[in-house]
Structures are given as C-alpha cells and as structure tokens.
C-alpha cells in the first residue's frame, strides 16, 4: 500500500513539475534607443509608474551604469516593473 502511494505521489509532483514554467512577470525584455534630448529622468518618467526616483534607479542597476551620462543611440534594457 504504501509503495503505491508512494508511487502516485511521484508521478504527482513530476507532473506538476513539468507543467509548471517560470514566469518572467513582464514578458519579453524591452529596450530602449537614448536619444540627443534624453536624460534617466526623462526615460524613467516616460516608461515606469510611480516614483520616477525609483525607474531612475532601475535604469541604473539593470543597464550597470556608473554615470548618469547618456550618449545617443546607447541601448538601455527596460527593467520590469
């Protein structure tokens, strides 16, 4: 009895296993083209709700910038929000 169960158990967990994915909140990584105007304020405040402060720091951590310098035609990568 107890192997039987035990069995079902299993088939039970790797089923749902394999059913599971991952879920990447967002869907597929956003990109962003720096423009002559532009600055992490403007991008920020354009793409992300809420405190600007914090898309600003987003932009910051998710592109590893060390300097709030932007240069035309950069690539940034859109962090989830």
């Known amino acids: 009895m107890f192997g039987?169960?035990?069995?079902?158990?299993?088939?039970?967990?790797?089923?749902?296993?394999?059913?599971?994915?991952?879920?990447?909140?967002?869907?597929?990584?956003?990109?962003?083209?720096?423009?002559?105007?532009?600055?992490?304020?403007?991008?920020?405040?354009?793409?992300?709700?809420g405190d600007i402060r914090e898309g600003v720091w987003k932009l910051e951590q998710r592109n590893h910038l060390r300097s709030s310098t932007l240069t035309p035609g950069q690539v940034l990568v859109l962090a989830g929000s």
Not at 30 to 49: E, F, M, S
């Open 4 to 49: 039987k169960l035990f069995i079902v158990m299993l088939l039970a967990v790797l089923a749902v296993g394999l059913a599971a994915r991952s879920s990447h909140g967002a869907g597929p990584e956003r990109t962003y083209v720096v423009k002559p105007t532009d600055t992490l304020w403007t991008i920020a405040a354009r793409n992300y709700g």
